[in-house]
């Protein structure tokens, strides 16, 4: 496996576990353990962080002349980003919904 190609996983690793992880903070919010919600939000946003950082080592790369090869597995794992972190927003959002309807 080449560099590319273990960037590209660890790209679709992160952004794996930040959507998992914030599904499980909406599980946790419609129990309204939002405590437990909010830590997991935090955690979806950090490994957010990790897969965005390690696109953003790629798309240096390219930029200085590294040529990118585009891929399946890379389409792939831009689909598994863009994902995340559109779940990890709304689940945001529902979060909030389910507090205000608390209060």
């Excluded at 200085?64 to 689940?91: C, F, P, W, Y």
């Amino acid at each position: 496996m080449n560099e590319q190609e273990k960037s590209i996983f660890q790209i679709i690793s992160a952004a794996g576990d930040s959507r998992g992880a914030a599904f499980e903070a909406l599980r946790f919010a419609r129990k309204g353990m939002f405590d437990e919600a909010d830590q997991k939000m935090k955690e979806a946003k950090e490994r957010s962080i990790a897969a965005h950082e390690e696109q953003t080592t790629l798309i240096t790369k390219e930029i200085n002349g590294e040529k990118t090869e585009t891929s399946l597995l890379m389409v792939h794992a831009q689909d598994h980003l863009m994902n995340s972190l559109l779940a990890r927003d709304l689940i945001e959002e529902m979060i909030e919904m389910l507090k205000e309807q608390k209060k």
